[in-house]
Structure formats: structure tokens, C-alpha cells
């Protein structure tokens, strides 16, 4: 009998259910969720704490939510189901029994002893399973489990989850191509107590405001992800490219070269191409631009194994950036890898830039007295975190995993400029922002050295990185 049927079978037989918004309203009853001020594990302040472990005490309401999540599930097909422990164990189980699915466990730790499996149970190689999970935040964990799952060689298609908590968590498994079914998401989970009378009005404020504003799960810096892992999200071929040059080089270095000349450019290009993921131009700058000056650049990037990074900046509307990315002498369409762009005119003028270019946004400006404040810095990246040609943005702080983080305002020797910029070491930025690229301008191209001054970047940006991830 295929899920399918099964699925099919347990609804045309409930009809005296309860709906979903009773099962909430008495899941509330056992206190699975509270309201207040809360530290998360990630360390970030939260109005709301939910821990749906009651649940498994209540044996009515277990065998309520696991059809909720079979239900859920009534499009899709699987032979096997899997709960992400410890929480969505006893979930996953009600739904085995439910349904007639088989369950499979997934261990936290290996056994130290005997088999060593992180699976237990009868599975065979090829076989689809379905991940359930209590609540979704970033989403790391599930593509823990997830990998450890596919290692057995079993596929997942479809992932159930009871709560989102609106944290990015869903979109990035989108990203990677799993459907992800919620019953619940936070927002209407809000609005539902209200609607009962169980959550006041400001408290409702409270908590809306803080959603809006997006904040992220903070990534300790000593989590962060590994470029080869950020390489396995990443969708857009530019920004796999950077990755790979990044793992292949051991360099997390872009130079800017902010010179006014080709020759100077070109010059630099060829002493510092080894070192760099990328060359960052400033092409409005340069007093004797050409499409020959392209071409031999090109041919460096090439030779040296770096990408083309056009800091343009575009701050305009979607038509007016389309004209300036495309036309115009600099014609940067036709050769920047990736580029940089302001969000100020929002989500639809990014569309322009097309699909092979990659775009970053700036989302936090290194100079004193900038006024992307944090909130402002919430919205870009919450833009960013829609938009399919956007890889990442410029920022003094930290992102969302599946963000790329570019620090400009990197310098070993000054601590600012007399013109508002402000300095921070390589290791400072890479250790407690988790940035994955340095920007190094005048710290390379205005030093007396500047072959050795980038290796010096190399060495002091790479050895950051791999101090951060323990090796
Ligand atoms: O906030 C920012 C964003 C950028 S892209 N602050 C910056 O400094 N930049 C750019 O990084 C800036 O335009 C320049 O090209 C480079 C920093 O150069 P430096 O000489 O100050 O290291």
C-alpha cells in the first residue's frame, strides 16, 4: 500500500477531527509556548520560547498531530519516516504507527561500540524517507541530519516540520531543492491566541515588530560553516566559482585596486593575481578605460585564477541600472563576475542585473556615521535572501548562513582614514564576524610592496579562517 492511499485513508475516516486551530489552542494548554523575554541557544534575544517536547505526555494530542503531518504530507510519497532527535522522535513515531510506515531512528551520537551506525532500523539503499522536525529555525541542523541520512544512501524529498519560526530556515531548504511542508508558522500561531483572547494586543506588537525585523540566528563564529559546505548551497555559478577559487588558492583575499590607470591596474593585477579570490575595480575611476584594458585584464583573471569584481555600486531604478550595468564605455555586463549594489530602490530593480552576473548588496557601510543602520541592514538582507542573483552582501556584521559576508574597511597597519573609513584587522573581522571575503584596498595597492602585502593578507585572512573552523 503506497503512503498515499494510507494518507488518504486516515482522513476519510477522521471527519470528527479537531481543526487545526483547536490542536493549537489546547497544545498551548501544556505550555509549549511562552511569552516574555528569552535568550536562544544561538545567544540572540527572543519575545517567545517554544519547546513542543509536552507534546509527547499527551497522547491524544500526539496521535492529533501526527495526522496533522500526514495530512500535510498527502501529495507526496515515502517508505520510510525519520524524526530529527530528540524533539521529533515521539512525532515521527505516532505518525509510523498511524500510517503503517515504517520508522527509521537517527542516532545524535555513533555508538561507540559495535556497529558505529547513525541509522537504526530496516532500511535498503534507494529507499525515500521524510524528515520530520518540531521546529525550524536557521535550518542547520536539518541539513545536519539530512547528510547524515543521504550517506546511507536513502532520498529525501519532503521534510514536515510542526512550527516555523520565520528564520530562514525554510527558504534555505528550498533553496536546496526540498520541499518543506509547516504546519504551523509562528505569525499565525500569533494570531490565533490573539484571536482567543490569550495574548494581549502589545504583547502581539511585540512580537510582530520583532519578526519584521527579521533578526537572524547569529552563527557563533567558531560554527561557521566551511567554504566547501557554503559551496554545496550555492546556486549561483558565480558565486560557486568564488567559493572553489577560494578553496583551491586557501585565499579569502579580494584586492581592490582603487588605481586610476589601466597600466597600474594591470601592473597590480599581475603581481598580486595570485593571492586574490578576486580584483575589485572602481572601473568609473580610471582615467584611460578601454575595452582593451578589459580584455588584458581578462586574460589575467584567466592566467591567475581570479574573478572580476566591479564595485559600481548601482543606486537607481531598475531601468537606469539596467542602462548603466549594461551600456555606457564601461559595458560591465560584458566581463564583472560579480558587482556590488545598493537595495535603496528595492527587490525589483536587483532583477535587472540578470542571472550571470552575481550581485552583492551593501548592506552596512564601513565609514563613520553611515546610515545603514541596523534596521536598515535587516530589510537589505532580507531582500538579499529573496533574490535568486544576489549572493551576499557588504556588511560589518554578521549574516545569515546562506548569505555570503564581504568586509571592506580591512587594514593591518591603520586604524582609519581622515575621510570617515575605519579599519579592523583580518583577524578581527574573519573571528567575530565570520566574514568570508576581506576587501583590502590601500593595505595592498597604496603599500611599498604590494606582492608581499597581499601575501601577507593571504596568509593573515586564510589562517583566521582555518583557526575559526578548528583546524
Ligand atoms: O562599506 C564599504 C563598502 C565598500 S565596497 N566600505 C568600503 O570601503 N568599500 C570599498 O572597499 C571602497 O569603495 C574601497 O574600494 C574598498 C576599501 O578600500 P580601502 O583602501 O579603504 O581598504
Given at each position: 500500500?503506497?503512503?498515499l492511499f494510507?494518507?488518504?485513508?486516515?482522513?476519510?475516516?477522521?471527519?470528527?477531527r479537531m481543526?487545526?486551530e483547536?490542536?493549537?489552542?489546547?497544545a498551548?494548554r501544556?505550555?509549549?509556548?511562552?511569552?516574555?523575554?528569552?535568550?536562544?541557544k544561538?545567544?540572540?534575544?527572543?519575545?517567545?520560547?517554544?519547546?513542543l517536547?509536552p507534546?509527547?505526555?499527551?497522547p491524544?494530542?500526539l496521535?492529533e498531530?501526527s495526522?496533522?503531518?500526514?495530512?500535510?504530507?498527502?501529495?507526496s510519497?515515502?517508505?520510510l519516516?525519520?524524526?530529527v532527535?530528540?524533539?521529533?522522535?515521539p512525532m515521527?513515531t505516532?505518525?509510523?504507527?498511524?500510517?503503517?510506515?515504517?520508522?527509521i531512528?537517527?542516532?545524535?551520537?555513533?555508538k561507540?561500540?559495535?556497529?558505529?551506525k547513525m541509522?537504526?532500523?530496516?532500511?535498503?539503499e534507494g529507499?525515500?524517507c521524510?524528515?520530520?522536525?518540531?521546529v525550524?529555525t536557521?535550518?542547520?541542523?536539518?541539513?545536519?541530519?539530512?547528510?547524515?541520512?543521504e550517506?546511507?544512501?536513502?532520498?529525501i524529498n519532503?521534510?514536515?516540520?510542526?512550527?516555523?519560526r520565520?528564520?530562514?530556515?525554510?527558504?534555505?531548504?528550498?533553496?536546496?531543492?526540498?520541499?518543506?511542508h509547516?504546519?504551523?508558522?509562528i505569525?499565525?500561531?500569533?494570531?490565533?491566541?490573539h484571536?482567543?483572547?490569550q495574548?494581549?494586543?502589545?504583547?502581539?506588537?511585540?512580537?510582530?515588530n520583532?519578526l519584521?525585523?527579521?533578526p537572524?540566528?547569529?552563527?557563533?563564529?567558531e560554527?561557521?560553516?566551511?567554504?566547501?559546505?557554503?559551496?554545496?548551497?550555492q546556486?549561483?555559478?558565480?558565486?560557486?566559482?568564488?567559493?572553489?577559487?577560494?578553496?583551491q588558492?586557501?585565499?579569502n583575499?579580494?584586492?581592490?585596486?582603487?588605481?586610476?590607470?589601466?597600466?597600474?591596474?594591470?601592473?597590480?593585477?599581475?603581481?598580486v593575481?595570485?593571492?586574490?579570490?578576486?580584483?575589485?575595480?572602481h572601473?568609473?575611476?580610471?582615467?584611460?578605460?578601454?575595452?582593451?584594458?578589459i580584455?588584458?585584464l581578462?586574460?589575467?583573471?584567466?592566467?591567475?585564477?581570479?574573478l572580476?569584481?566591479?564595485?559600481?555600486?548601482?543606486?537607481?531604478?531598475?531601468?537606469?541600472?539596467?542602462?548603466?550595468?549594461?551600456?555606457?564605455?564601461y559595458?560591465i555586463?560584458?566581463?564583472?563576475?560579480?558587482?556590488?549594489?545598493h537595495a535603496?530602490?528595492?527587490?525589483?530593480?536587483?532583477k535587472?542585473?540578470?542571472?550571470k552576473?552575481?550581485?552583492?548588496?551593501?548592506?552596512?557601510?564601513?565609514?563613520?556615521?553611515?546610515?545603514?543602520?541596523?534596521?536598515?541592514?535587516n530589510?537589505v538582507v532580507?531582500?538579499?535572501?529573496?533574490?535568486?542573483n544576489?549572493?551576499g552582501c557588504?556588511?560589518?556584521?554578521?549574516?545569515p548562513e546562506?548569505?555570503?559576508?564581504?568586509?571592506?574597511?580591512?587594514n593591518?597597519?591603520s586604524?582609519?582614514?581622515?575621510?570617515g573609513?575605519?579599519?579592523?584587522t583580518?583577524?578581527k573581522?574573519?573571528?567575530?564576524?565570520?566574514?568570508?571575503?576581506i576587501?583590502?584596498g590601500r593595505?595592498?595597492?597604496?603599500?611599498?610592496?604590494?606582492k608581499?602585502?597581499a601575501?601577507?593578507y593571504?596568509?593573515?585572512?586564510?589562517?583566521?579562517?582555518?583557526?575559526l573552523?578548528?583546524?
Amino acid at each position: 500500500m503506497t503512503a498515499l492511499f494510507v494518507i488518504f485513508a486516515i482522513f476519510a475516516q477522521t471527519s470528527t477531527r479537531m481543526n487545526k486551530e483547536q490542536f493549537l489552542l489546547k497544545a498551548c494548554r501544556l505550555g509549549i509556548i511562552k511569552f516574555g523575554n528569552f535568550t536562544l541557544k544561538s545567544g540572540i534575544p527572543s519575545p517567545f520560547y517554544i519547546d513542543l517536547r509536552p507534546l509527547a505526555s499527551s497522547p491524544e494530542l500526539l496521535k492529533e498531530l501526527s495526522k496533522f503531518l500526514l495530512n500535510s504530507l498527502q501529495d507526496s510519497d515515502f517508505e520510510l519516516i525519520c524524526g530529527v532527535p530528540y524533539a521529533a522522535l515521539p512525532m515521527a513515531t505516532a505518525m509510523s504507527l498511524e500510517s503503517g510506515i515504517p520508522l527509521i531512528i537517527k542516532r545524535k551520537e555513533a555508538k561507540g561500540y559495535g556497529t558505529k551506525k547513525m541509522l537504526e532500523g530496516i532500511f535498503h539503499e534507494g529507499q525515500t524517507c521524510v524528515l520530520v522536525e518540531d521546529v525550524i529555525t536557521s535550518g542547520k541542523s536539518l541539513i545536519e541530519t539530512i547528510d547524515e541520512i543521504e550517506k546511507e544512501h536513502l532520498k529525501i524529498n519532503d521534510i514536515v516540520v510542526v512550527l516555523d519560526r520565520e528564520q530562514g530556515g525554510v527558504a534555505l531548504l528550498k533553496n536546496k531543492g526540498y520541499k518543506v511542508h509547516t504546519l504551523f508558522n509562528i505569525s499565525e500561531v500569533i494570531d490565533i491566541l490573539h484571536k482567543h483572547g490569550q495574548l494581549a494586543q502589545e504583547e502581539v506588537l511585540r512580537i510582530k515588530n520583532f519578526l519584521a525585523e527579521k533578526p537572524e540566528v547569529k552563527v557563533s563564529p567558531e560554527k561557521r560553516l566551511k567554504y566547501e559546505e557554503k559551496l554545496a548551497f550555492q546556486q549561483h555559478c558565480a558565486g560557486k566559482k568564488l567559493l572553489k577559487t577560494a578553496v583551491q588558492k586557501k585565499s579569502n583575499l579580494i584586492a581592490s585596486i582603487d588605481v586610476t590607470t589601466s597600466e597600474k591596474i594591470l601592473e597590480l593585477a599581475e603581481e598580486v593575481g595570485d593571492n586574490v579570490v578576486a580584483v575589485k575595480l572602481h572601473t568609473d575611476i580610471i582615467s584611460d578605460f578601454s575595452d582593451d584594458f578589459i580584455s588584458k585584464l581578462k586574460k589575467i583573471a584567466e592566467k591567475k585564477n581570479f574573478l572580476l569584481f566591479e564595485d559600481r555600486k548601482f543606486a537607481d531604478i531598475g531601468n537606469t541600472q539596467q542602462l548603466q550595468f549594461e551600456k555606457g564605455i564601461y559595458k560591465i555586463s560584458s566581463w564583472a563576475d560579480l558587482i556590488t549594489s545598493h537595495a535603496i530602490a528595492g527587490e525589483e530593480s536587483l532583477k535587472v542585473f540578470g542571472e550571470k552576473t552575481a550581485v552583492v548588496i551593501i548592506a552596512e557601510m564601513s565609514s563613520k556615521g553611515a546610515l545603514t543602520d541596523e534596521h536598515y541592514k535587516n530589510q537589505v538582507v532580507a531582500l538579499a535572501k529573496k533574490s535568486e542573483n544576489v549572493i551576499g552582501c557588504v556588511a560589518q556584521s554578521q549574516l545569515p548562513e546562506n548569505l555570503l559576508l564581504f568586509t571592506p574597511g580591512v587594514n593591518l597597519t591603520s586604524a582609519g582614514d581622515a575621510k570617515g573609513q575605519q579599519f579592523n584587522t583580518p583577524e578581527k573581522v574573519i573571528t567575530e564576524l565570520a566574514t568570508d571575503f576581506i576587501i583590502v584596498g590601500r593595505g595592498i595597492y597604496a603599500s611599498a610592496d604590494p606582492k608581499a602585502s597581499a601575501e601577507k593578507y593571504q596568509k593573515a585572512g586564510w589562517e583566521a579562517y582555518l583557526c575559526l573552523i578548528g583546524k
